[in-house]
């Protein structure tokens, strides 16, 4: 009778009961329904398996701790990023003149934007991107026809995801690189710095490298033969083109992809970054009849966008404009584009000669490989043409030594060449977060001895708007030197070299590269930091 009390008179209140009677009283009677606590469990739930989808693809956590770390994340998943947004918002506090408040809120900004998009900046829905090979036929179709079965839609998807990651944070290389630990790295080279992204096991990633290659019409039973191919991926109404190489390692295979820039054909001399007097001087080059404007760098240092940028500053509907490239990365309207195919034997040199018969105004050379492509080049801005032409070298000196190495006669070299250009790529502080710099005596000694001001100079901080790098963006940093009529005779005669054309390098109409990006720093484009790890 005293249980069947108890019921009769439950109450909100029962609570107060001594345990016993309380606890026998809720075997018979439901408990109430409280929605705040089905809210709290249902939140906690989801952060949790947030926590768990961010453990599984970060590449800090090592593949061997994963397990472990799914558990503790289960358990305790909005506890720990209690702790760490704790310990990164007390960091950047520190580092900052921004204030608790301020970060909070980003945060805050932060997982609204996360919650948005489904959990992950990097989900996309699958039919967002889609992957075309060189005939126009879709992953899928890959992957579908033929007797092949699509077995693994994950791997296709996650492969999918890996070119949009890309894209979206505007990488201009992607490398899938085998470990030693039974995983593959992920990493993407954005502005000129690579940054590991995910991390896979070698079974997951091994079949993201064979749909990477069906689609670039590469042998994906070769594992140790370097193979060489190429596709496209179409994202929001935007085309985008890749260049993919595969190479057997010492763990597995690696697999490296050149994302084309999808801008290069709309940038001008303006975009670039020159100084004044540079952007002057090119402007004379180009507007001449005829010479060679001759583009150096290593690679990734922006010679093809730069040389894009001198094409557009070109009236082509009154000059007849002919390029040969491998590949085409960019169109140009009304111009006519032509691109080398070895395996069908149209090379550099035989392409040129055909160009040489169809009256061209304006040449464009995508890259000088050999004494052939270079000669006839040459030849061809002696006799009526502009060229304009890239090379793969250090600086302006070693571009006319690796000329003449190539077989080219110190008289040819110095009667075509009317221009050299050497440049890199240096990244542009972010504008949100960028902060004043303490410069040393030293520091403050050299600005001083140079004559350039040193009173606007930042350095990097880091924000979400830059991903933590401080740094967003690129500009070029150049270096040119106009082959005057003294040098031409001094190169004709074999009279200089590489040491006094970097040194005394005929002062008249030559920009050292140094100064230029101290003038940038001084600008506040850029950071000292990183004109030494660019230039030296």
């Known amino acids: ?18 345990p016993a009677e309380v606890g026998l009283a809720s075997l018979i009677t439901p408990l109430p329904f409280n929605p705040i606590k089905l809210i709290c469990l249902v939140i906690w739930v989801y952060l949790c398996l947030f926590f768990v989808q961010r453990i599984q693809f970060s590449p800090l956590v090592p593949h061997k701790y994963k397990p472990a770390a799914y558990i503790l994340a289960l358990f305790t998943g909005p506890i720990l990023m209690l ?55 879709s992953i899928d179709d890959i992957y579908g026809h033929g007797g092949k079965q699509r077995k693994d839609n994950r791997v296709l998807d996650l492969t999918e995801k890996v070119i949009s990651d890309a894209l979206e944070r505007g990488a201009s290389d992607i490398l899938i690189d085998p470990k030693d630990e039974g995983t593959y790295t992920i990493r993407l080279r954005i502005d000129g710095v690579l940054h590991i992204v995910e991390e896979f096991r070698t079974d997951t990633c091994k079949a993201i490298v064979n749909s990477i290659k069906a689609v670039s019409n590469m042998d994906i039973s070769e594992k140790r033969r370097p193979q060489d191919g190429a596709f496209t991926a179409k994202k929001s ?45 090119i402007v004379n080059a180009i507007k001449k009849p005829s010479g060679m404007v001759l583009i150096c760098g290593p690679t990734g240092s922006g010679k093809t966008t730069t040389m894009y ?65 270079a000669e006839i080049a040459l030849r061809a801005s002696q006799t009526g043409h502009l060229v304009l032409a890239t090379i793969h070298c250090d600086s302006n000196a070693t571009a006319l030594v690796r000329l003449l190495d190539l077989g080219i006669s110190s008289l040819l070299l110095s009667s075509g060449l009317s221009l050299l250009h050497s440049q890199r790529l240096l990244r542009k502080l972010c504008e949100h977060c960028k902060q004043p710099a303490q410069l040393s005596q030293d520091l403050i000694h050299k600005f001083q001895s140079k004559g350039i001001e040193y009173t606007n100079i930042f350095e990097a901080t880091g924000c979400r708007h830059c991903e933590d790098t401080g740094y967003s963006g690129r500009t070029a940093v150049c270096d040119l030197m106009v082959i005057t009529d003294h040098l031409k005779a001094d190169i004709a005669n074999s009279k200089i070299s590489i040491a006094e054309l970097r040194t005394e390098g005929h002062k008249k109409g030559k920009s050292h590269m140094r100064k230029e990006g101290l003038k940038k720093a001084a600008s506040g484009i850029t950071s000292l930091e990183e004109i030494k790890r660019v230039v030296g």
């Open 237 to 281: 109404g935007t085309t985008a083109s890749f260049r993919v190489a595969s190479a057997g390692v010492l763990n597995g295979e690696k697999l490296s992809i050149r994302v084309l820039s999808q801008n290069a054909g709309t940038f001008t001399l303006a975009d670039v970054g020159l100084a004044q007097k540079q952007y002057a001087i």
């Open 1 to 18: 009778m005293q249980i069947l009390d108890i019921i009769q008179n439950f109450s909100p209140c029962s609570f107060c009961l001594p």
């Open 83 to 137: 702790i760490l947004l704790i310990v990164d918002t007390a960091k950047r506090a520190s580092q900052s003149n921004i204030s608790i408040i301020e970060i909070i809120k980003e945060h805050i900004q932060q997982a609204i934007a996360n919650i948005r998009s489904g959990g992950s900046k990097r989900h996309h829905k699958k039919s967002a991107i889609r992957l075309l090979d060189s005939s126009g036929r």
């Open 309 to 373: 940028s001198m094409l557009n500053e070109i009236d082509r509907f009154t000059h007849n404009v002919i390029t040969v490239e491998d590949p085409i990365e960019a169109m140009l309207p009304e111009a006519s584009q032509i691109e080398i195919n070895p395996k069908a034997d149209i090379t550099f040199a035989k392409t040129l000669r055909s160009v040489l018969r169809q009256d061209p105004d304006v040449i464009c050379v995508g890259e000088i490989r050999d004494e052939e492509t």
